[in-house]
């Protein structure tokens, strides 16, 4: 990584590295603080070390500083200070850098992050350690969070055919904890590019964002996605001008890329499959859901190759992960794995019906949550939904939906309305209930879809259908 960012600095300087509504970090000053914040961790003798920190050009200046010396640096989801203990003991992590007052360590210790940078003393470009590791989270959005180990040399290796293009400015939707973020971070610094990093890092938020900021790229989730043109109907304010929207982390909704073209009609519109697990496998810029079978023909030197295996998709990288932490090293890692993705051949699309982990069991018949969920959110009145399976004694499991309405709707139309939708599905994939919920719960930005309170039947925003 660091690397990119000697190369952007030797570019041109002066350019803006980092954006925020305040402060401006330029190349040049970035790659000073990630020189002597890698002279400071070799100087103090670490290795291994969390962070939690609010701050883009902090944790860029960190990671790089990490990368050039040899120090695995494990990001934590800088919005929920109070679990840094937790992580810290279930990572191992003695020490961590962090300027919020909230981080509650446990026994590890903590440290400003501008402790490295003074008490460092930078050489001059440094050369790159043999192993140059990186730890990163899963979003947890089906349990624990897991630590997924990689090597800063094959993370870079999948952006080494990115051109220059000093004009983008692309927002950090993601969050750096997130490999997707770190993808967006690379994409910027291979391309000398400028990251616009608003705080928090919520759609409305964002929206300003690329208002304000001048934000000519964006990539962020559906359900992120979803959300900023919820926001953008409700203010009433300009629509930003941007010339691309990326979407990745989870399964498109069918009506949303429509929704895109008309809202931002000049921007190229790009769907990208990745994980933490495998990296990034490319793009696809034809705006239809799904990928092409297309990529089940690449050939034997292809960086990344799909197969599907009994509807589930599999992945071969050569820019994916060495293994989760505290378990053995996978034995090959550019070997053949399952991604939990469940995907149909349609035509010539691979289009996905969800992840295996969200497959509910309604009395021995298998119901993929997606596909219900997407009808539901075209259902005139419907902003938001998300469908999940809830506990029945009798089925083992029935399909229930969460429904956010938007401001003009109104409840009975809709619930009659979601009804006549899922009227031609089989029995047990129409939703049993619908609940109108002000708000769904989200995980790095996607939607979680296993319901922590399925018990509580008399939620005052529950109506049954």
Known sequence: MIELLRRGAKADPARPAVVTHDEVVTYGELLARAEATAAGLQERGISRVGTLEGSAATVVAVLAGASVAGVEVCQYPPAEPEGAGELAERFDHELVLTTDPAVRPGSAVLLDPAALTESGTPEAAAPLPAARPHLVLTTGTTGAPKGVRHDWTRLVRSVSRVQPAPDQRWLLAYGLHQFAGLQVLLHVLASGATLVAPVPRRPREGLRAMRELDVTHASATPTYWRFLLNELRADGGPTPRLRQITLGGEAIPGPLLPQLTETFPDASVS???????????????????????????????????MRVVDGELWVRSRTGMLG???????????????????????????????????????????VHPLPVEEL??????????RVWGRPNAMTGSIVAADVVLTPEADRTEVRDAVRAACEHLVPASRPRSVRFVDEIETRGDKIVRKDNNSDNSSDNNQEGS
Do not use: C, H, M
């Open 271 to 305: 769907q990208v499959y990745a994980a933490s697990e495998f990296g990034s496998s490319g793009s696809v810029k034809d705006r239809r859901p799904g990928l092409s079978t297309s990529v089940l023909d690449r050939g034997q030197d292809a960086d990344v190759a």
């Open 324 to 366: 989760y932490y505290g378990e053995p090293p996978v034995e090959d890692p550019d070997g053949w794995r399952p991604t939990g993705d469940l995907v149909e051949v349609v035509d010539d699309r691979l289009e996905f019906r969800g992840r295996s982990s969200e497959v509910i069991n309604v009395g021995g018949v298998k």
């Open 376 to 385: 539901i959110s075209r259902v005139p009145g419907v902003a938001l939904a």
